[in-house]
């Protein structure tokens, strides 16, 4: 088993709908999240990052963090063609082992 | 400024070739990073470098060589690589080990 899961895809939505992206993760003691946009043929982009459970909330975008259930959580909301991408999540438990897990990333597809 | 360039863009060698990528940052971050990415896959670490001091270093052939000259710049020195050595040679930079990663746009590399 991978400690982080998530489900490549592709996912595919029409314009404007709500877009929820998902990783589990099997480490405990991971504590702290970031989500990655990467276009294609492109760096990773940084979108959200976050140490605590909760939401946050940055213009379209909302994190989730659920340590109880081990369960993270991107929120696009009014999803735009632009938003087609790759979104990777990645943790780390910043003590003991700083180097990132990655999820195997998700391929998203907005309809216009 | 959360910006991390990279050159080249796009990179062409021949497997008896020895060249360099370049990474340059210039908001202060005191560890960098350089990655590997092929097709539709995350990022692999192959180096770290914390306050320019080499700290990771994931088993990575010989034929790559990682400098640091100061805290803003770090490169990548190929030499004799393998045509499955093509892919994206990603930098990134954190302001410490284990937080958030701020990634260049990467060079293309193709190996013939």
């Known amino acids: 088993q991978k400690e982080v899961e998530q489900d490549p895809g592709p996912l595919s939505v029409p314009e404007g709908a709500i877009v929820s992206l998902n990783c589990t993760y099997s480490?405990?003691?991971?504590?702290?999240f970031m989500w990655y946009r990467q276009y294609s043929r492109k760096g990773p982009e940084l979108l959200m990052y976050t140490y605590s459970s909760g939401n946050k909330e940055d213009g379209r975008f909302t994190a989730q963090v659920d340590k109880s259930s081990k369960y993270i959580s991107l929120f696009i909301r009014d999803s735009q063609p632009s938003d087609s991408a790759t979104y990777l999540c990645a943790m780390n438990d910043m003590d003991s082992n700083y180097q990132l897990i990655w999820g195997a990333g998700t391929k998203l597809i907005i309809k216009p | 400024d959360t910006e991390v360039t990279q050159t080249p863009k796009h990179l062409v060698m021949g497997m008896t070739n020895k060249k360099s990528l370049k990474c340059e940052q210039h908001m202060g971050h005191r560890a960098m990073y350089w990655y590997k990415q092929k097709a539709k896959k995350p990022p692999e670490l192959m180096f770290v470098?914390?306050?320019?001091?080499?700290?990771i270093n994931e088993s990575v052939p010989s034929r790559f060589s990682p400098e640091c000259p100061n805290s803003s710049l770090l490169n990548l020195h190929l030499h004799a690589l393998q045509p499955e050595d093509s892919a994206l040679y990603l930098c990134?930079?954190?302001?410490?080990?284990?937080?958030?990663?701020?990634f260049g746009p990467g060079t293309r590399l193709t190996v013939t």
């Open positions: 480490n405990s003691a991971f504590q702290y």
């Open positions: 990134a930079s954190s302001q410490v080990t284990g937080g958030e990663q701020y």
């Open positions: 470098y914390s306050y320019e001091k080499l700290s």
